[in-house]
């Protein structure tokens, strides 16, 4: 029974031997300088009150680094000049292709940040 054991255990580490010798996956290499995602249309951002159902569409040029890669994607907003010091993020998405939101979402973002019922310039970045 011993001797039996002792062989089924050599078998097991055998056959394990064998099949461990695979090659490994594919390596992933970044690119030297990876493409940033860019944004390439800003829809106009007055945002009036009659006009908050209204959906602002953003579009974008998805990023690069030269593989297949998981990706979250944050569109910033701050007061122009402040070089995003306190910069509001206003949508996030694993597509950047079409970034919607309604103005009355917009405005209530920006009225955390930006002073109400007053005109304000802003600085955007994905």
Do not use: H, W
Request: aromatic share 6%; charged share 20%; net charge negative.
């Amino acid at each position: 029974m011993k001797r039996k054991f002792i062989l089924y255990i050599a078998l097991i580490g055998l056959i394990g031997l064998i099949t461990s010798c695979e090659k490994d996956g594919t390596n992933t290499v970044m690119l030297k300088d990876p493409i940033a995602p860019t944004l390439n249309t800003i829809p106009d951002l007055i945002l009036a009150r009659e006009n908050g159902t209204d959906t602002l569409v953003f579009t974008g040029t998805p990023v690069d680094p030269g593989f297949e890669a998981s990706t979250s994607y944050y569109l910033e907003a701050c007061a122009a000049g402040n070089n995003f010091v306190d910069a509001a993020i206003l949508l996030t998405s694993v597509q950047v292709e079409q970034l919607k939101i309604t103005v009355s979402d917009l405005n209530g973002i920006l009225l955390k940040k930006l002073p109400a019922d007053a005109t304000s310039s802003v600085d955007l970045r994905m």
